[in-house]
């Protein structure tokens, strides 16, 4: 059994905070079973209110219950992905659209580059303009257009794919599998010996269960090239992020020599381990 509800978008943007619930698009279908809910592409009769109902419901998801739901992400991201469509097929829809993406730019001060990918430019009117998120959005979607996925197939081809990560991931990589940074780069160190230190204050700090395993040492440059060592840190995190910093440094050069044919995968790799890096750090202090 599904019902047909019919809206008339018209508020300010002011006003997109206190709303109360999930804007329905237009002749959008519900369906009172469980599973999910047969698309209809709503009929877009304003397009500068039709965005102002997008970023209301983006932001309910991101502050709301529906911080974790996938799926309402899925459904706005369907609704972006819908407005592509349009543009991308009708000249008056085009102009329209376009029209309100730059009201939309020029009253909320979004910082909108007019150059970019058009994907990229609807995502970040609704999403607002945070460069992360409307990158991994806009790829996600691009990699949707790239493989011809229909607007009503969208919620099926992200769930499938294992998220909008994965399939942001999906071009980034070129299809190619996930280089292991932290392996590679040991690999290539392996026989690496710039320096040998022998030191009590030092050795006192080591793990003596931890031989073989790599280890940070933190130290300030001093004149003539000396090093003095200031800290020794053994925290997994914190290894892995620098030895992933050696790699994305040094990739290219041991492909060069031939000596590293992999691909390399995505930078953000390197942020999510330094993050992890400093959680672990300050789990470690606090136990």
Aim: aromatic letters at 4%.
């Amino acid at each position: 059994m599904t019902t047909t509800l019919e809206t008339n978008v018209n508020f300010n943007i002011a006003d997109i905070a206190a709303l109360p619930s999930i804007t329905v698009p237009a002749n959008a279908t519900i369906s009172v079973d469980t599973g999910e809910s047969e698309w209809v592409a709503p009929v877009i009769n304003n397009a500068y209110n039709t965005i102002v109902s997008l970023v209301a419901d983006q932001e309910i998801w991101l502050n709301g219950v529906h911080r974790t739901a996938n799926e309402q992400l899925y459904v706005i991201l369907q609704r972006c992905y819908h407005l592509y469509s349009l543009m991308a097929s009708d000249k008056a829809q085009n102009e329209n659209l376009k029209a309100a993406i730059e009201r939309h730019n020029n009253e909320r001060n979004l910082g909108i580059d007019t150059k970019s990918h058009t994907m990229t430019n609807i995502i970040k009117v609704v999403f607002g303009a945070d460069r992360r998120r409307a990158s991994s959005y806009s790829s996600a979607l691009r990699v949707a257009l790239a493989e011809k996925v229909e607007v009503q197939d969208l919620p099926k081809f992200l769930r499938d794919a294992g998220g909008v990560e994965e399939v942001r991931r999906q071009q980034t990589n070129g299809g190619a599998p996930k280089v292991d940074k932290v392996e590679a780069a040991v690999r290539q160190i392996a026989n690496v010996n710039l320096a040998v230190i022998d030191a009590d204050a030092v050795s006192s700090k080591l793990d003596c269960g931890a031989i073989g395993k790599q280890v940070v040492l933190v130290a300030t440059q001093d004149v003539n090239g000396t090093l003095n060592i200031n800290a020794v840190v053994q925290t997994e995190g914190v290894t892995k992020a620098v030895l992933t910093a050696i790699y994305n440094a040094e990739h290219k050069e041991w492909a060069n020599l031939g000596q590293e044919d992999q691909p390399a995968s995505e930078a953000d790799e390197l942020d999510a381990l330094i993050n992890a890096a400093v959680n672990d750090t300050d789990f470690a202090a606090a136990a």
